[in-house]
């Protein structure tokens, strides 16, 4: 795992435990809002069903959401800028769950950044993990891959302002506390991501060259 996910993942790690600390001076939690509703229905309606499957929730709550076209309008600008690698958090849903007679809180979070195109192609260490049986490819984009904790897409999405740039987004899905383990989860993880992917890519005009289709082969 590298060193981004693996900050990321001690990130959402300690706000789960704060979730779960009971303190007096903790605020209220929003209204819950259904799978279809989720992430400015962000999601298709096969990505929905997996998120209720992944999770073993129906509502949820919005603990972070940024508006797709002004979300899309932000990566775009920081495409050449340093900025352009920091993860911007498009959606974060929680829901508390009960965990052996313990209350946890479910967190599944997306995110995008940009990347180099040499960073995307697949490395020893990722067939490594493959053969392991620690890490699944799928045909999404560039490259795509799920393993027990997240998923991750990278995606060509070439705008006429940059044509020499070698820039990839990257999509990232984090999760804690779900409850679909095994081949199963990482299936319905990569179909959530994607969902989310084709949405970004749409917003951007490269939809037709991320190789993001809707229905894609499902590892068994």
Known sequence: MDTCRKLTLCALVTLATMGCSGSSNSREEPSRISTSQACGS??????????????????????????????????????LTPEGWEERELCRLIAKVDADGRNERLIVSVSFSWSDTEVARKRGETNKKVSAGELTLY????????????????????????????????????????????????????????????KIARQLDCLDTANLPETFHKVT
């Open 42 to 79: 962000l999601l298709s309606k096969e990505a929905a069903s997996e998120l209720e499957t992944l999770t073993g929730q129906t509502r949820f709550t919005e603990d972070n959401y940024a508006d797709i076209t002004r979300f899309s309008t932000g990566l775009r600008s920081a495409e």
């Open 139 to 198: 045909s999404l984009g560039m490259r795509s891959e799920a393993d027990t904790d997240g998923a991750a897409i990278y995606f060509s999405c070439p705008d006429d302002d940059h044509p020499k740039s070698k820039k990839v987004l990257r999509g990232d899905l984090w999760s804690l506390n779900t409850k679909l383990t095994g081949q199963a989860g990482r299936n319905a993880r990569i179909t959530i991501l994607n969902a989310a992917a084709r």
